[in-house]
């Protein structure tokens, strides 16, 4: 057993269940091309449509844009934030349904084109590391801590980008959307997770950067759930949309093992 110290609480544990994106890696920096790529060419077969409203990236899936429409970053309680991938198709093809297509057409289009969107993701492998991550892991596997990532990304893509890190080896368990009957906010990732890791949900902490992954942990029954705002600093209160941490902290060197 080992003790996580983050800003004076504290949880004994044998295992720590983490989120993927904005968790593990910095999220503009995986998703931000995806992001430009998939809107991009939405834009251009909406013109292509005839369709005088063109895309709202902000309202329909979160994304925060510059003074010439480039996607800058992200809205942290939005689609692209914590939606599945299914869900993103959904939504892109709500606009390409109001523009006229029928709707088994508008979401054919949006699959290819964010087929499209992900080859150009994956030529890139623009997966980087959160600050002092790998220190991190280094100490759990020391303390002999069991470490798993549920997600709502596929597994498939989620082992994907932890090689690109060179981490995969680190984590026991990969537990993304496709492998249980419901997503977060409900428990079910991090149960499955529990399981695979052999151990019970209350000897473990949840670690992520949305209220969704909280809302998870806090309804399997963790030890402990520690929000991330990285963006946010010393400074926590603009991370006002983790609500229900138990703790919020703005990096990895926050955190201290006890063994």
Same mark, same amino acid.
């Given at each position: 057993m080992?003790? &996580?110290?983050?800003?004076?609480?504290?949880?004994?544990?044998?295992? &720590?269940?983490?989120?993927?994106?904005?968790?593990?890696?910095?999220?503009?920096?995986?998703?931000?091309?995806?992001?430009?790529? &998939?809107?991009?060419?939405?834009?251009?077969?909406?013109?292509?449509l005839g369709s005088p409203g063109g895309l709202n990236k902000a309202e329909l899936l979160g994304l925060h844009t510059d003074e010439e429409n480039r996607v800058i970053g992200y809205d942290k309680t939005g689609p692209v934030a914590m939606g599945t991938e299914e869900e993103i198709i959904s939504l892109l093809a709500s606009t390409l349904y109001a523009a006229g297509l029928p709707w088994n057409e508008a979401i054919t289009v949006v699959r290819e084109l964010n087929a499209k969107a992900m080859t150009d993701l994956k030529q890139r492998r623009e997966a980087i590391p959160l600050p002092r991550l790998r220190e991190f892991l280094q100490g759990c596997r020391e303390a002999g801590l069991k470490l798993a990532v549920v997600t709502s990304d596929s597994t498939s893509g989620a082992q994907e980008h932890l090689e690109w890190m060179g981490i995969r080896d680190a984590f026991a368990s990969v537990v993304g959307r496709d492998r249980v009957p419901r997503g977060k906010p409900g428990p079910d990732m991090a149960l499955l997770a529990c399981h695979e890791l052999g151990i019970l949900p209350s000897e473990t902490v949840v670690i992520g950067d949305s209220n969704a992954?909280?809302?998870?942990?806090?309804?399997?029954?963790?030890?402990?759930n520690i929000g991330l705002a990285e963006e946010h600093g010393e400074d926590q209160q603009g991370a006002s949309y983790l609500q229900d941490a138990d703790v919020i902290i703005a990096g990895y060197g926050e955190l201290t093992i006890h063994l």
């Open positions: 080992a003790m &996580i110290e983050a800003r004076g609480h504290k949880a004994v544990c044998r295992a &720590i269940l983490f989120d993927k994106d904005g968790t593990l890696l910095n999220f503009m920096g995986l998703w931000g091309s995806w992001a430009a790529a &998939i809107t991009g060419l939405m834009e251009r077969k909406l013109t292509d992954d909280m809302q998870m942990g806090k309804r399997a029954g963790v030890a402990l």
